[in-house]
């Protein structure tokens, strides 16, 4: 603040002492062993890989606090519009790596640490990943962070900073267990802002008064408050000065409830209690992932961390001393799906209750003010909170969502007169018992833009599940921003082989802030010599990947063999099932054949990773069904090099930064018109591999941007899966015969105990088979075949890899980010100078 600003006689004194961080490499080596002699309090007698990590780490945050400390008092300056980016979660990985990457220090880093007696890889290994996310929306937060730094705009992430992220999977007799994630033990990465707290205030109840000039007016009274306390990370932008902030809340007992009372009375044990219930509420990450399971402490984190990143905004905003009607001028606020909707009505209560100003008014800059982005059209995860759970918790809140329902529905009722049935569609309130608050609805309401994550996505939206909102508004507010993904973390930080190589031709780096010069590759496809390194990486990318496998399952695979690579949440709708129950029918398959038509057979290596939420016994059987299938084909000595299954253990962001470099295939097979859009088709195309895949989600515009002899689709069409649905109730149920035979395997007890899988096979066979997996099978098993045909003409299978990686430039987060700086944000880049 001002007041706490040096007069300018002094400053010069100051200037003089200004920290700069090292610059080269000596520096860097004093910079490192300073923190590990004083910050860390070890010395050369006792520096482990990890205290190196340690001093490294310091070393590089002091550099990024510099460029952070510039980027805001610019922006500062700069009186223009910021943009907040709301996000429950946040899929960080590691920080260390990335921060050298971006500074372009790692060849520093590592002439240093090794001068000092370390790898810079080693180092780098030892940092925890930030795990505070479950999966693709978590992750594309963070690949969003990245680029808003790299593309200069000013920006802020606002989150919660989970004390456990999601947990941590161990695989026991072939069962998930959850682990906790206690991340926090030594996090340099973040500032703990002891002075930037907010107190939120939770139950309670509502007053109605008169003001002096006779206006009804509302107040929220009472009830308990939680104070909420800022840790800033800093996020450094590729190849710029551009330092955001990523500010995440932390709860905490408010200063005047650590209850003093209670402990004078001694009632000493219930004081800490309530300090316990405070902390509680930033404590855990649900771990589910689409699904909505409505718990109230899920309802309190919402409110939480809206309240505290609403408050900091408008502070920040009244600082510039514009007027209200500025402020969608000077602040735009983009919601990652419905989790943070309650920013739209505290908004609007911050500015009805204690700014005073008129309801339209107030209405008309929030919805200036907000964008909202849908992830998912699957019933199951959209959410919705009971109408009396709201009551307790916010009731003041839920008064406004009553009156905002009222209004719009007003609005409906005046546009179509006379249409009961729209207005009981299109209602905030579902009519259930207990009545439901559906906050999609609430967020459409409250936004000026609504988006999906990728073509087909949003043009199911606008067709189906908000069809009606599109009737109401017109198709305007309704738009597509397909994914993408950083080309920072995922091509040149995961693989360090291809982006050199790549600049090897491209004559540098610069395509890595511009994806679309990748295309200048395909001109090299003709050269032999180029695609013999192409394959040398790949190969170098497989044995990484392979000594991993070795190192944690002790299974040894064929670097020679073809990676087949499924790693994602796992779910009935990804359709995990289909691809345990696919190698399967390949054991089968094999197990049928002459040891001469053996030989004729591609080598496999089927590689399945993710995460169960804990609670999804489903999810967690196909887990065990991995399992139980490789412990058997791994052993079997007739079935040797032929095939293989594995099961990555804990798949995570840095598990993924060793996995995407190293697939030839990787598979992205959920059931058509399910899947919003996938990243990770989009990181291993990236890398070079190829994909097999539905026509659904992104998929559809990898198809188009690399060309349809570039992958291999497979299975129904959207269009045609409720059609399909609706026949299997009604009589037309019929079992692909080759998947008859892979459930009498799994029936016969080959693979353990087979009612363990009763429950998988039966949603097949009596319960509908909702994820179509058996109308899919047969054309996923014959693509499969074309994929081996395929890789036995290794030229051409290095042709295919090289042009489609020419042809991703369109999914870099460069081109999302802009995208949505212009046709949601209206915001600008500001560059930060030296
Ligand atoms: C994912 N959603 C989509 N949700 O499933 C995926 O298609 C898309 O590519 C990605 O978002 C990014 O747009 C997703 O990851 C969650 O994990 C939620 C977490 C909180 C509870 C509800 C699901």
New binding site residues.
Partial sequence: SVEASIPEPLREAWRKYSAVGFTNKEEFEKELVRHVETTLARSLYNCDDFSAYGGTALAFRDRLIIDWNKTQQRQTFADQKRVYYLS??FLMGRALDNAMLNVGMKDVARDGLKDLGFCVEDVIDQEHDAALG?????R?AACFLDSLATLNYPAWGYGLRYRYGIFKQEIVNGYQVEVPDYWLDFNPWEFPRHDVTVDVQFYGWVRKYQDENGKTCYSWQDGELVQAVAYDVPIPGYGTKSTNNLRLWSSKAASGEFDFQKFNAGEYESAVADQQRADTISAVL?P?????RGKELRLKQQYFWCAASLYDIVRRFKKTKHSWKDFPDQVAIQLN?T?PTLAIVELQRILIDQEGLEWDEAWNIVTHTFGYTN??VLPE?LEKWSVPLFQNLLPRHLQIIYDINLFFLQSVEKKFPNDRDLLTRVSIIEESHPKMVRMAYLAIIGSHKVNG?AELHSDLLRTTLFKDFVTVYGADKFMNVT?GVTPRRWLHQANPRLSDLIASRLGGYHWLTDLTLLEKLESFVEDKAFRDEWAEVKTANKLRLAKHIKNTTGYSVNPKALFDIQVKRIHEYKRQQLNIFGVIHRYLTIKSLSPEERKKLVPRVSIIGGKAAPGYWMAKSIIHLINSVASVVNKDEEVGDLLKVIFVEDYNVSKAELICPASDISEHISTAGT?????SNMKFVLNGGLIIGTCD?ANIEITREIGEQNIFLFGNLAEDVEDLRHRHFYGGFKLDPDLAKVFDTIRSGVFGDPSEFNALISSITEHGDYYLVSDDFHSYITTHSIVDEAFQNKDEWIVKSITSVARMGFFSTDRVINEYAESIWNAEPLVVKD
């Fill in positions: 429950l979660e479950n999966g693709g929306l978590g594309l649900y589910n992932d689409n699904l909505d799906d989790h992830h998912t995860a994550v994914n899947e919003g859009s996938g990243t989600g």
